[in-house]
């Protein structure tokens, strides 16, 4: 099992002038640790599940992965997960292309419905029902692999997104996986089976991870998808400098069940310091298979 970084606060010890050093020693502990995966939502506002207000520090997505990027080598980068609403399908592929040419092939495409929809509201940015936006999740899927392709330039035509061409020059230097972010059984895991070469779930409990895959599997069958090309990764709980053990030994049964990534979240203050903590786990975890 590899161990991937989530960077969702920007409060920093030190305030904001603090952020962006703090940001690159970030990326440089955790290459350092053997992370291969780092992270950030993709968010206007703060959002209350971080136990934090809606005024507290959030930095715009790309432009922060573009920073990582620069600081960086060999971790995967990528928004957990990018807003469907957030950035029409055309440019989007074409930031997340830019983000992969200048990081060297190292972008990852996390993409999902988006929900927040104070922050939809707070900026003006138009929150269709969730109905419409699964639909214009799946379209813009469609438009980025198309995208991406440079065999396919031509136009594309949607219910919700029209494109004349979708040229996309220079083009990635690798395909950049498409990672889904979400659980939903009827509509989010059959886009994973379909789309997605990465499965991102909450690690609720191994069961309900298990339970999940099951589902997953079947929407695989379904489109004649091989299950086994996706790689599943969760969004764990409870890496301590202090508990590394029970840590381990919780992931265990996810590795157990398949899962190939357990990605933690950073803590807010000095976020490099910790990853500097938990360094040790990252070999143990890759005992796990």
């Not at 992370?35 to 959002?47: G, N, R």
């Not at 929809?117 to 269709?128: I, K, N, Q, T």
Request: glycine residues 10%; contains cysteine; charged residues 20%.
């Amino acid at each position: 099992m590899e161990l991937g970084i989530h960077f969702p606060i920007f409060e920093i010890d030190g305030g904001t002038a603090a952020i962006a050093p703090e940001l690159a020693r970030v990326g440089q502990a955790a290459e350092a640790a053997g992370a291969t995966w780092l992270s950030l939502m993709d968010h206007y506002f703060q959002i209350e599940p971080t136990g934090l207000p809606a005024e507290a520090n959030m930095l715009e997505g790309y432009t922060t992965l573009g920073f990582l990027a620069a600081h960086t080598s060999t971790l995967d980068l990528g928004l957990l997960v990018t807003g469907v609403t957030y950035r029409h399908p055309g440019l989007l592929a074409k930031i997340v292309s830019t983000l992969d040419v200048l990081s060297g092939g190292r972008a990852v495409l996390g993409l999902g419905a988006a929900w927040f929809e104070r922050e939809h509201h707070g900026l003006g940015v138009p929150y269709p029902a969730l109905k419409e936006r699964f639909e214009r999740l799946e379209e813009a899927l469609q438009i980025n692999l198309q995208m991406f392709d440079q065999d396919h330039d031509g136009p594309y035509e949607g219910k919700h997104y029209t494109l004349a061409e979708t040229l996309c020059h220079p083009a990635p230097l690798r395909r950049p996986p498409v990672m889904i972010g979400g659980g939903g059984e009827k509509k989010t895991l059959r886009l994973v089976a379909q789309y997605g070469d990465r499965c991102n779930l909450f690690a609720v409990s191994p069961e309900f991870v298990a339970q999940k895959l099951d589902v997953l599997r079947g929407h695989c069958d379904a489109v004649g998808r091989d299950f086994h090309d996706i790689e599943v990764t969760i969004l764990a709980q409870g890496l301590q400098p202090d508990a590394l053990d029970e840590f381990v030994k919780a992931m265990a049964d996810y590795a157990a069940i398949g899962v190939h990534q357990s990605i933690v979240r950073a803590p807010a203050g000095t976020p490099s310091a910790w990853i500097d903590a938990i360094a040790p786990v990252v070999p143990r975890l890759a005992e796990l298979g």
